[in-house]
């Protein structure tokens, strides 16, 4: 991608290793790289210590030797493995494209499943080999709105609203478990009746059953990115005043401190998605690790068994 800053390391800690948030803490969660191509606005890893700066890609091109590695020394192996909670997989970056297929490809060979979350375009090589393993791929896709020019805004480099909802439509074609991450919703901006409810039918075309949702949340660093990088300053304070009473909720085990809406104004707006969803004949689920003063659930995820291949368990190499 042009204006994108692609610079190739070497990881040396460990790979196979959970995230920090709980509903992510049984599985392993890998990130092939440090800041990320689609350069959202309300990225969370904005705000990380690591954070390279817009623009800037660090790739860790070794990653697929690691996970060979330590699968070698691994007693009981993984059932699955989750890409990527901090950046995404399908960033339009060709070697983070390829490194990707080359990790996909091997870990179903040796009957290990994958999930990943994504706003990005699924290259038709990628889906091909997702569509040929079915029951071992489940897919959560992000998707805020509907309307083109908020997309444009706060995710500029994601893939096209109507490229996702096709690739939500095949997945579930194809077999593949998918589901939809309505996240985040950005309070005074895609909250209103009309947007969500015509998002949801949207979703509803596509075949979606379940959808996940959570919250815009703000640490110091993302107020001043969006501070920054929203021109209409309706928008901009329309979206940031709706904080200025916020709650402090931690999460990761409590590492991490982030302002949310109160608990009352956060309840509203999940009920009225909710509700809209319900329409559509669509499950709501909300993220107990984010809203722990609302929701007790876990990611959908921390219960999924990917089905193990007919011919049972492959040799690793």
């Given at each position: 991608?042009?204006?994108?800053?692609?610079?190739?390391?070497?990881?040396?800690?460990?790979?196979?290793?959970?995230?920090q948030?709980?509903?992510?803490?049984?599985f392993?969660?890998?990130?092939?790289?440090?800041?990320?191509?689609?350069?959202?606005?309300?990225?969370?890893?904005?705000?990380?210590?690591?954070?390279?700066?817009?623009?800037?890609?660090?790739?860790?091109?070794?990653?697929?030797?690691?996970?060979?590695?330590?699968?070698?020394?691994?007693?009981?192996?993984?059932?699955?493995?989750?890409?990527?909670?901090?950046?995404?997989?399908?960033?339009?970056?060709?070697?983070?494209?390829?490194?990707?297929y080359?990790?996909f490809?091997?870990?179903?060979?040796?009957?290990?499943?994958?999930?990943?979350?994504t706003?990005?375009?699924?290259?038709?090589?990628?889906?091909?080999?997702?569509e040929?393993?079915?029951?071992?791929?489940?897919?959560?896709?992000?998707?805020?709105?509907?309307?083109?020019?908020?997309a444009?805004?706060?995710?500029?480099?994601?893939?096209?609203?109507?490229?996702?909802?096709?690739?939500?439509?095949?997945?579930?074609?194809?077999?593949?478990?998918?589901e939809?991450?309505?996240?985040?919703?950005?309070?005074?901006?895609?909250?209103?009746?009309?947007q969500?409810k015509?998002?949801?039918?949207?979703?509803?075309?596509?075949g979606?059953?379940?959808?996940?949702?959570?919250m815009?949340?703000?640490?110091?660093a993302?107020?001043?990115?969006?501070r920054?990088?929203?021109?209409?300053?309706?928008?901009?304070?329309?979206l940031?005043?709706?904080?200025?009473?916020?709650v402090?909720?931690?999460?990761?085990?409590?590492?991490?401190?982030?302002?949310?809406?109160p608990?009352?104004e956060?309840?509203?707006i999940?009920?009225?998605?909710?509700?809209l969803?319900?329409?559509?004949?669509?499950k709501?689920?909300?993220?107990?690790?984010?809203?722990?003063?609302l929701?007790?659930g876990?990611?959908?995820?921390s219960?999924?068994?990917?089905?193990?291949?007919?011919?049972g368990?492959?040799?690793?190499f």
């Amino acid at each position: 991608m042009k204006n994108t800053e692609v610079v190739k390391k070497h990881r040396k800690t460990a790979v196979l290793t959970p995230s920090q948030l709980p509903c992510l803490a049984t599985f392993p969660t890998v990130n092939l790289t440090s800041g990320c191509a689609h350069g959202c606005l309300y990225c969370y890893s904005r705000s990380y210590s690591q954070y390279p700066g817009d623009g800037n890609v660090i790739v860790y091109e070794n990653v697929l030797e690691k996970i060979q590695t330590e699968l070698r020394r691994k007693r009981v192996r993984p059932k699955f493995v989750y890409f990527s909670p901090s950046t995404d997989i399908f960033q339009p970056v060709d070697f983070v494209l390829e490194l990707a297929y080359g990790i996909f490809a091997f870990l179903l060979s040796v009957d290990i499943g994958v999930a990943f979350i994504t706003k990005g375009t699924i290259p038709d090589k990628h889906m091909a080999l997702f569509e040929a393993h079915p029951q071992r791929v489940r897919a959560q896709i992000g998707l805020i709105t509907l309307s083109a020019e908020i997309a444009a805004l706060f995710e500029p480099h994601c893939a096209p609203i109507d490229v996702r909802l096709r690739q939500i439509a095949k997945l579930n074609k194809s077999g593949i478990e998918t589901e939809v991450r309505l996240d985040p919703i950005l309070p005074g901006i895609t909250d209103d009746e009309d947007q969500l409810k015509a998002l949801l039918e949207a979703l509803h075309q596509a075949g979606v059953k379940e959808i996940t949702l959570n919250m815009l949340y703000l640490r110091p660093a993302l107020v001043e990115v969006l501070r920054r990088k929203i021109p209409d300053a309706d928008m901009r304070e329309r979206l940031l005043r709706r904080y200025d009473h916020g709650v402090k909720i931690r999460t990761s085990g409590g590492k991490f401190s982030q302002t949310a809406l109160p608990s009352a104004e956060r309840a509203e707006i999940f009920g009225r998605v909710i509700r809209l969803a319900a329409e559509q004949g669509i499950k709501c689920r909300g993220c107990g690790c984010m809203n722990p003063d609302l929701f007790t659930g876990h990611c959908s995820l921390s219960n999924w068994a990917p089905t193990p291949a007919e011919t049972g368990q492959m040799q690793l190499f």
